[in-house]
DNA sequence: TTTTCACTTTAGAATTATTATAAACTAGAA
DNA sequence: TTCTAGTTTATAATAATTCTAAAGTGAAAA
């Protein structure tokens, strides 16, 4: 993803596309691959990389904008740290409690032969399949 | 299950069978149906039943207690709190995050057809399937 | 180009869930 | 009954996240 694009993805989501917006979604959506990420861990990395220094409230903040602007991703992972994914296709995760890693599945990898309706008038809004790991 | 359970339960996984773990434990596992919490509503259903006031730290200590003992099982929810589970067999969930309610789904109700080996080395410890519930 | 202002960023305080601490208590063996 | 390891408790500590309010800044309009 080139900058024009990322500039072009803000703007088309209603994000002013500041100083600090268009760094972490450079270092967001530049990549080939999927990224998965906690807001400690890509705090963590952005202050590794780059010279100048984002407030963690602002990390925060703009994690949220892009996970409301459909641009992420939030990963139901148990324990007290939330998870983030920059792939937002409908997907399932295999998880690794040794490290705390996630690594993605594609939706055509799992298919679901029987399934239970929905109770008492709901609906069906998705379906998560969660692999955890051992060795 | 009868008190006297209750009691063969607790020393069984040795656990001192003392006042707020009956208590506790009686709350828990003397009913019908599967029961899900998260300590904040354990706490607040135990205090609005129970005479005697049974410290936050209890219940926390308690719930690890009876999970790490094989009698509760953890759910994994997106969001802060943590959810247990009296039902600790290998089942499924619907969540509704329109109450933030549980509804246990039966092992046997979800057939899955195909499924991705584990990576480099790992093994499939358990799959777990969420179904998001929306109106 | 300058002005203007709603939207952003920021540091630090506040909040919330959970865990740690250490003193008082108690089940149950001796 | 005595003793002691295991337990409970109030409170402090920690960790993740959200709130607050003051200062800063894109970008539309003048």
């Known amino acids: 993803m080139k900058k024009t694009d990322i500039l072009k993805k803000l703007r088309s989501s209603g994000l002013r596309p500041t100083k600090q917006r268009v760094e972490i979604a450079k270092f ?19 202050t590794k990389k780059s010279v100048s220094k984002i407030a963690l409230a602002t990390i925060y903040n703009t994690v949220h904008a892009f996970k409301t602007a459909g641009h992420l991703s939030e990963v139901e992972v148990r324990g ?27 939706a055509s990898d799992i298919v679901i032969q029987k399934i239970p309706k929905a109770p008492n008038g709901k609906k069906i809004k ?10």
Not at 81 to 106: A, G, M, P, Q, R
Request: glycine share 0%.
């Open 28 to 46: 967001l959506f530049e990549r080939e691959k999927t990224f998965h990420f906690t807001v400690e861990s890509l705090n963590r990395l952005l």
């Open 126 to 135: 998705n379906v998560e399949v969660f692999i955890n790991l051992k060795n």
């Open 80 to 106: 007290n740290k939330t998870y983030f994914d920059t792939n937002v296709s409908n997907h399932h995760h295999f998880y690794d409690s040794e490290t705390s890693e996630l690594i993605d599945i594609d």
